[in-house]
């Protein structure tokens, strides 16, 4: 028969129990509190370790399958909440309108959300339209020089802050960014270098500058507030760079030969 000293243990152990919720729930009520993970994305056909894109089987891209392994991971469906840019992602960040994304990264941006792990590491750069006479920055910074770029994204606040006399533009999406530099309505396009040399393959004649004016760097980001979502997704991110997650990631979205530049 116990003892009133071991009956009164015991009691205590099953009072802990029943008023100590698992981490895993903790974590899942915190990370996905509609009971899927929602990840935002933002769709171009840009391709790269940011741009995910629409297929016929529903959604492609880094992102993407990094959000389909978290998911699988915590163990609760996977939801995505499309945007057109990063900007957009960044202005629903206090909406509640997704759980975690993956974008570039800038001091604007850490004010309405928090990142963990770096894991691409970008040159941003411009091209130019075809039969322009720009070969470099000094020619690109003049006026009247139009340049368009993604609105309210890091590197349109970097073509900003660079360019003194040229004229920087926002638009909502790359595509229509395309359709303005293949036109010739724009004079230039500020990108990230790979993005912009895949660009000038489908546009002849123009023509990617060599300089950089930016480093983008692209990480895992939660809302604000998120402490157990943030630790949850930092370690997912480092264990995705050292058990192959991340690369597999990256060669199944067509980026065999880049690199993982985690800074």
């Keep these: 028969m116990p003892t009133p000293f071991w009956s009164a243990c015991a009691g205590l152990a099953l009072a802990a129990v029943v008023v100590m919720p698992a981490p895993a729930d903790g974590l899942k009520d915190e990370i996905a509190p509609t009971g899927r993970l929602r990840v935002a994305i933002a769709i171009s056909p840009a391709g790269g370790a940011f741009w995910s894109t629409k297929t016929e089987a529903g959604y492609a891209g880094v992102p993407v399958d990094l959000g389909k392994d978290m998911a699988a991971q915590i163990g609760i469906p996977v939801e995505y909440v ?4 990063s900007g957009q992602i960044t202005d629903a960040a206090g909406k509640g309108s997704w759980d975690v994304t993956w974008l570039p990264k800038d001091p604007e ?15 941003a750069t411009y091209i130019v339209k075809a039969g ?7 020619t690109l ?13 890091t590197t349109m606040r970097g073509a900003v802050a660079h360019l003194k006399n040229a004229k920087v533009t926002g638009y909502q999406t790359y595509d229509e960014i395309f359709g303005l530099l293949k036109s010739g309505e724009v004079d230039a396009f500020g990108l990230s270098r790979d993005q912009l040399n895949k660009m000038a393959l489908k546009i002849p004649g123009t023509k990617v500058l060599d300089e950089t004016f930016k480093k983008t760097v692209t990480a895992v980001a939660v809302p604000l507030a998120r ?21 597999k990631a990256y060669d ?4 065999k030969d880049t690199p993982i530049r985690t800074e």
């Excluded at 157990?228 to 997704?233: G, R």
Aim: proline share 3%; charged share 15%; aromatic share 10%.
């Design 82 to 85: 499309v945007y057109q840019n």
């Design 109 to 123: 941006r850490e004010t309405k959300m928090m990142f963990g792990p770096i894991y691409e590491v970008a040159d």
């Design 252 to 255: 199944s979205n067509g980026l």
């Design 141 to 153: 910074d003049q006026p009247g020089i139009k340049v368009a770029a993604v609105d309210a994204t």
């Design 227 to 247: 402490q157990q979502s943030l630790a949850f997704v930092t370690k997912f991110m480092n264990e995705a760079v050292t058990n192959g997650t991340l690369r």
């Design 132 to 138: 322009s006479t720009v070969t470099n920055f000094a």
